[in-house]
T-cell receptor, first 116, second 113 residues
Framework: DTAVSQTPKYLVTQMGNDKSIKCEQN?????MYWYKQDSKKFLKIMFS???????INETVPNRFSPKSPDKAHLNLHINSLELGDSAVYFC???????????????FGEGSWLTVV | QQQVKQSPQSLIVQKGGISIINCAYE??????FPWYQQFPGKGPALLIA?????SEKKEGRFTISFNKSAKQFSLHIMDSQPGDSATYFC????????????FGTGTQLKVEL
């Protein structure tokens, strides 16, 4: 039973298209995240939501719009896709905002986005 | 600005050997330092974490050493096994300031038989 699940796992699309990645967690966590891992495996936070409220919004182009319909779901919509958007996008969740040894981040398996 | 510097980029260790990965940070407000392990095709998973009020934390074969004055911390994997072959990321965050995890650049570890 997957704790943090995201779909699709693989996505190949053309430049200029709009696409969405969906994420669901069944852990009952309050906080969800989107991270981006580039081709060099560098991981960087994009957004964080706590109880459906946006709390972290890194310097991400406004073509990227997260939406949290409820605290178990955090979707990522990307408009006008560019070649540089090709990356692996990880959804994650934690029980609370404050990270500690008792409150860790659980990552999904990633969505591989390739823009051609 | 890379706030958490990690080295080496890649590491090859013989089975049974000790793997050592080093990280250095700049932000003195960081107060939680986790290490993540990532296998190909999977998301990162928490391995072990430490707070700066202790100098060492050990869980099984994995040990974090922490040097607050030098702003450095390292992961030691004792008796390295082929199953440990993965990419390891150090990370840091200020738990009182937004809990944004800043990751190191990753170390690809290969443990050979």
């Amino acid at each position: 039973d997957t704790a943090v699940s995201q779909t699709p796992k693989y996505l190949v699309t053309q430049m200029g298209n709009d696409k969405s990645i969906k994420c669901e967690q069944n852990l009952g966590h309050d906080t969800m995240y989107w991270y981006k891992q580039d081709s060099k495996k560098f991981l960087k936070i994009m957004f964080s939501y706590n109880n459906k409220e946006l709390i972290i919004n890194e310097t991400v182009p406004n073509r990227f719009s997260p939406k949290s319909p409820d605290k178990a779901h955090l979707n990522l919509h990307i408009n006008s896709l560019e070649l540089g958007d090709s990356a692996v996008y990880f959804c994650a969740s934690s029980q609370f905002q404050a990270l500690s040894s008792g409150n860790t981040i659980y990552f999904g398996e990633g969505s591989w986005l390739t823009v051609v | 600005q890379q706030q958490v510097k990690q080295s080496p980029q890649s590491l090859i260790v013989q089975k049974g050997g000790i793997s050592i990965i080093n990280c250095a940070y700049e932000n003195t407000a960081f107060d939680y330092f986790p290490w993540y392990q990532q296998f190909p095709g999977k998301g990162p998973a928490l391995l072990i974490a430490i707070r700066p009020d202790v100098s060492e934390k050990k869980e099984g074969r994995f040990t974090i050493s922490f040097n607050k004055s030098a702003k450095q911390f390292s992961l030691h994997i004792m008796d390295s096994q082929p199953g440990d072959s993965a990419t390891y990321f150090c990370a840091a965050t200020n738990t009182g300031g937004g809990n944004k995890l800043t990751f190191g650049t990753g170390t690809q570890l290969k443990v050979e038989l």
